[in-house]
């Protein structure tokens, strides 16, 4: 029975998720594109990730496939997980509303791409991967499953020591010496003050 509390308040989080993400990503569909890098390789990354962030937590949930991989987490660090799955919702939010049209799930730069550099960006150039390390790290304290957590970790890992390089060296041939300062004055995904 408590198992099923915790797959219950999980399939909530991931529904809000999703309720902050499907308006942006329809939005994102009427951007027009100027650049995108690795086009191919991102949507198998995407794909890769979303296999260990949505399917297989969505497969915990609904079966009983992944029940001989429990972790037995106390109940103190499962509610640990979901204070940091809170956080890392109103994060995501913030992220969405400070981004607007220049989001894109691949590596992309979107006609009229501005440099955000306040809300969430002031002192963190990703604030959206950032987002993404503490709903892993929630994702597998809360569901306390080795499958489930490492799937997230492991697939996320792989998408974000790829993409990352790229992506700031795509940002500073767009914005020049402008990101190059921009990143002299923020974290990567922890605040610089």
Same mark, same amino acid.
């Given at each position: 029975m408590? *198992?099923?509390y915790y797959k219950t308040v999980f399939f909530i989080l991931f529904f809000i998720f999703?309720? @902050?993400?499907?308006?942006?990503?329809?939005?994102? /569909?009427?951007?027009?594109? @100027? #650049?995108?890098?690795?086009? /191919?390789r991102e949507k198998i990354l995407v794909f890769i990730?979303?296999?260990? $962030?949505?399917? @297989? =937590?969505?497969?915990?949930? %609904?079966?009983?496939? %992944? !029940?001989? %991989?429990?972790?037995?987490l106390p109940d103190w660090a499962r509610y640990t997980g979901f204070g940091i799955f809170s956080f890392s919702l109103w994060l995501f939010y913030a992220v969405h509303k400070t981004l607007g049209r220049n989001w894109s799930p691949l590596l992309e730069i979107r006609k009229n791409h501005t440099l955000i #550099? !306040?809300?969430?960006? /002031?002192?963190?150039?990703?604030?959206?991967? #950032?987002? @993404?390390?503490?709903?892993?790290?929630?994702?597998?304290?809360?569901?306390?499953?080795?499958i489930v957590g490492l799937s997230g970790l492991i697939t996320w890992s792989i998408l974000y020591f790829i993409?990352? =390089? *790229? !992506? !700031? #060296? $795509?940002?500073?041939?767009?914005f020049g010496e402008e990101y190059v300062k921009y990143m002299g004055a923020t974290g990567r995904i922890l605040p610089k003050f």
């Open positions: 408590e *198992e099923l999703m309720l @902050i993400r499907i308006p942006h990503a329809k939005r994102n /569909k009427k951007n027009v594109n @100027i #650049t995108t890098k690795g086009e /191919k990730v979303s296999m260990g $962030m949505m399917i @297989i =937590p969505l497969m915990w949930v %609904f079966s009983a496939l %992944f !029940e001989g %991989f429990s972790i037995g #550099t !306040e809300g969430p960006y /002031k002192r963190v150039r990703h604030p959206m991967y #950032t987002q @993404i390390w503490l709903w892993l790290i929630a994702q597998f304290l809360f569901t306390s499953n080795w993409r990352v =390089p *790229e !992506e !700031e #060296t $795509m940002m500073v041939e767009e």
